[in-house]
């Protein structure tokens, strides 16, 4: 796949309104959840965070396979 391609792909999977929904979710019920978690439970707290830090992730790393494909835009220098 090359860069355009992943760029694309990019592109498309971010103005999917269900993948969006979807991560959108997750994120919020794991960030949620950590407000209730029993602070004493070390795994659920770092598998909650870990949750919520994956999607994070994903998000920028597609942004940033956009980002990497754009154009820089001329500016004129006064």
Do not use: C, W
């Amino acid at each position: 796949m090359t860069p355009e391609d992943y760029a694309a792909e990019a592109r498309r999977l971010l103005s999917d309104m269900t993948f969006r929904s979807a991560l959108s979710t997750v994120h919020y019920n794991a960030l949620e959840a950590l407000v209730t978690v029993n602070a004493d439970d070390k795994t659920a707290v770092l598998r909650l965070q870990q949750k919520a830090a994956v999607i994070d992730e994903v998000l920028s790393e597609l942004e940033g396979a956009i980002i990497a494909m754009s154009k820089p835009e001329v500016q004129e220098l006064a």
